[in-house]
């Protein structure tokens, strides 16, 4: 099954599906800016305010989801030793960080109508602040260090250090007392969020995640094009 | 109408300000992915055109190197 993740293979396969995935991306975008924007209701509590949710949600479920790929791939990249899980994880650590920046701007954003402050230092917010420095310093081990097995090493084990972050941001608004909400949106049991919230949420979740795919796909064949390019010095 | 979208009751300016910074994001995003594509693909086919000819057979052979240079924009040799 390695086998078939092969760059050459991943080049060819991605050429063709790119513009494909844009044009998805554009059109699902614009239903849910339409639908977060304009078609769903305003909360009895917030107001529009609420509308900020239909960004930032998405945002960090991508961030901290590509977090924990970026992860499990570290590890499998330490047991199998193959070269192209790291440099999936690396393709697609950009967008996992851009992500996990706009959770944290448009949260504080959200905060201050809200709780009346930018800033608070909760669990959940601190350790969604640390899951950035975590991105931060796994894209900073591909620049900083020059030899690539040092780059593969450090930056794996920094992402796998990493991944104890994730079930603490998630389980934060549980475990500790913080003026983050708990989760309304689950996955085992009856979420708390009415169906025409639902709705966009889900729809702006499709968007980011096309957008992230695609992002991923660019950054992938750069990659590839650097190795190639590489390999055109031994022949 | 207009006003209500605009306004929203006074928290307008938070909600474009959140999503005018997420689409802010999200074309630098793409604009810096593209051009650190394309500038490595520029790169590649400089390299490709540089070698001598016996070379640049041997390449030929490999379809991902033919691919490489097909998907270059504005590149002439």
């Known amino acids: ?235 | 109408m207009i006003n209500q979208l605009f306004l929203m009751n006074g928290y307008g300016v938070y909600v474009w300000s959140a999503f005018g910074f997420t689409i802010f994001c999200f074309i630098s995003l793409y604009l810096i992915t593209k051009f650190k594509l394309t500038r490595e693909q520029n790169k590649f086919t400089k390299k490709f055109a540089g070698l001598p000819q016996a070379k640049i057979e041997l390449a030929k052979t490999q379809k991902i190197n033919k691919e490489i240079i097909v998907n270059t924009p504005n590149f002439n040799f």
């Open chain 1, 1 to 235: 099954m390695l086998k078939n993740f092969n760059p050459n293979k991943a080049f060819f396969l991605t050429t063709k599906i790119l513009k494909t995935l844009f044009f998805i991306f554009i059109i699902i975008l614009i239903i849910g800016l339409t639908e977060s924007l304009w078609i769903s209701p305003e909360d009895y509590k917030q107001s529009h305010a609420v509308r900020i949710m239909y960004v930032h949600v998405p945002a960090a479920w991508i961030s901290l989801g590509i977090f924990t790929f970026i992860g499990i791939l570290s590890l499998f990249n330490f047991i199998f030793k193959n070269k192209n899980f790291s440099l999936i994880a690396k393709s697609l650590s950009t967008s996992g960080f851009v992500f996990c920046i706009i959770a944290l701007v448009t949260g504080s954003i959200w905060g201050y109508p809200t709780w009346g402050t930018w800033w608070v230092w909760d669990a959940r917010i601190t350790s969604m602040l640390l899951l950035s420095i975590f991105y931060l310093m796994y894209i900073l081990s591909w620049k900083v260090f020059e030899k690539n097995i040092n780059q593969e090493k450090i930056s794996s084990i920094i992402a796998i250090i990493g991944m104890i972050n994730v079930p603490i941001i998630k389980f934060s608004v549980d475990w500790w007392n913080t003026l983050h909400q708990n989760a309304t949106v689950k996955i085992f049991s009856k979420s708390s969020i009415h169906p025409s919230m639902m709705l966009p949420l889900l729809i702006m979740t499709v968007a980011f995640a096309l957008f992230s795919l695609i992002i991923f796909i660019m950054e992938y064949r750069a990659e590839v094009v650097k190795l190639k390019n590489k390999g055109l010095d031994r022949l």
